[in-house]
């Protein structure tokens, strides 16, 4: 009897346990994905290269701004090679 209810015991914690995961999911989930979507959009338009006196990653932006290693730092936009 006592291996039975420790077995029941078990049960429920594993159900409870998965109720709690897909609550969680399902609570936090469509925001993830809208965050996500809204970041991928706001890249569209974008040039992205690696600057090759400084090494750092650069992207110009349609506005003709760009930013190179850190997200708040601007700098204007260089010329074509």
């Known amino acids: 009897m006592k291996e039975a209810t420790g077995e ?3 049960t429920l914690v594993t159900i409870i346990a998965i ?3 897909l609550g969680f ?3 936090f ?4 994905l809208n965050s996500v979507g809204d970041k991928w959009n706001n890249t569209e ?3 992205c290269y690696v600057d090759q006196g400084t090494g750092q990653s650069c992207c110009r932006h349609p506005d003709g701004t760009t930013t ?3 997200a708040n730092s601007t700098t ?3 010329t074509n090679p």
């Open 8 to 10: 029941l015991n078990m």
């Open 19 to 21: 109720a709690a995961v």
């Open 25 to 27: 999911v399902t609570f």
């Open 29 to 32: 989930l469509p925001n993830l």
């Open 45 to 47: 338009g974008t040039d």
């Open 68 to 70: 190179c290693g850190k």
């Open 76 to 78: 204007p936009a260089p």
